[in-house]
């Protein structure tokens, strides 16, 4: 019976470790600068102004950073810009919706606690906040997941909570 | 006397081996008393076994007879293993409700794929319809968030200290 039972334990353990373990995601953080100082719109944000420039009455938009950021579960990747600070941790993924815990903090003050559900296709931002001399900054936040990254048959992924 | 012992040489190899009849036996014991050279081979053959035994004996004293047999055992063992088909077989003669080996298996395997199976088929809420954003606290500023029409867009805004700014949405 030992000779069934251990192997059909270790097959039980292995499925739960590598959907644990292999569950990343790729996330692309665009970090942009938007003031009313200047005119003219960044030639890298013209795929995304139709979106900000709806939303938004800035006259210039400025990319600082670009980031395509692989996200491990309950592992937090920070990117500073401007003296503030944005830190991200996989919490969550489910079908190909990837839970994501958002911290923004400026000079240790923390300035946003959020938790977001990204899917493909959508787009988070978050912007505002005390202005910075170059402008306001607004965090633009795309999931992209390869199918390999999903993690076990059925869509099944483990909350990482 | 000595034609006779010539004859008697392979009778008496016997003799000191004990494997003579009780009528060969007593016609050596006769010939013994009256042969002296008779006498002193069979003396001979008998410190020559002395001498070989005491090594022998020390030397088997010595060997790990007990692992010997437990190699050999072990051998016999795997040669009697069933192979898997005799296995099933036998498994399936076996009354189901008598057999303690069968049915303990059975509720253990049944009690983990019990308690596994949920996870593994588990259907998960469907989020697509659900909220972009789960929760948003700031201590230090006003938040606002706003989910575009078609939903591809959310945006989570700090207003501006000490003054407000918005999206012109």
Redesign the interface.
């Known amino acids: 019976?030992r000779k069934?039972?251990f192997p059909?334990?270790l097959c039980?353990l292995c499925?739960?470790w590598t959907s644990t373990v292999f569950a990343e995601v790729q996330v692309r953080l665009r970090v942009i600068g938007a003031s009313n100082d200047k005119k003219g719109i960044d030639p890298s944000l013209k795929d995304i102004y139709k979106?900000i420039g709806?939303?938004?009455?800035f006259t210039s938009y400025r990319l600082w950073r670009d980031e395509n950021l692989t996200l491990s579960p309950n592992q937090p990747v920070s990117i500073a810009t401007r003296r503030r600070l944005i830190e991200i941790t996989l919490v969550g993924l489910?079908?190909d919706?990837a839970?994501l815990k958002i911290k923004?903090v400026r000079e240790e003050?923390?300035?946003?606690?959020?938790?977001?559900?990204?899917?493909p296709?959508?787009?988070?931002?978050?912007?505002?906040?005390?202005?910075q001399r170059e402008g306001?900054i607004i965090y633009a936040l795309y999931a992209s997941f390869k199918p390999s990254n999903l993690p076990?048959p059925?869509?099944?992924a483990?909350s990482f909570r | 006397m000595k034609g006779s012992c010539s004859a008697l040489s392979e009778l008496l190899e016997k003799y000191f081996d004990q494997e003579v009849t009780d009528e060969e036996k007593s016609f050596v014991n006769t010939h013994l008393v009256d042969c002296h050279a008779c006498r002193d081979s069979l003396r001979s053959m008998e410190k020559m076994r002395d001498l070989v035994k005491a090594p022998v004996e020390e030397a088997v004293g010595e060997e790990d007879f007990q692992w010997v047999w437990q190699m050999i055992e072990r051998g016999i063992r795997k040669e009697e293993r069933p192979v898997f088909w005799e296995t099933l077989q036998r498994w399936l003669q076996i009354p189901l409700t008598s057999k303690r080996r069968v049915w303990i298996p059975a509720v253990a395997m049944a009690v983990i794929l019990f308690l596994t199976l949920p996870l593994f088929f588990k259907k998960n809420p469907s989020y697509q319809s659900a909220d972009v954003v789960e929760y948003v606290q700031s201590d230090t500023n006003n938040v606002m968030v706003y989910e575009s029409e078609n939903s591809k867009v959310t945006v989570i805004w700090l207003f501006e200290e000490p003054a407000t700014e918005t999206p012109s949405s």
């Open positions: 019976m069934i039972l059909f334990l039980v499925f739960v979106e709806f939303l938004f009455n489910r079908k919706i839970e923004v003050k923390e300035l946003l606690n959020t938790q977001v559900r990204l899917s296709g959508k787009t988070v931002l978050i912007g505002g906040g005390p202005r306001i076990t059925n869509n099944f483990p």
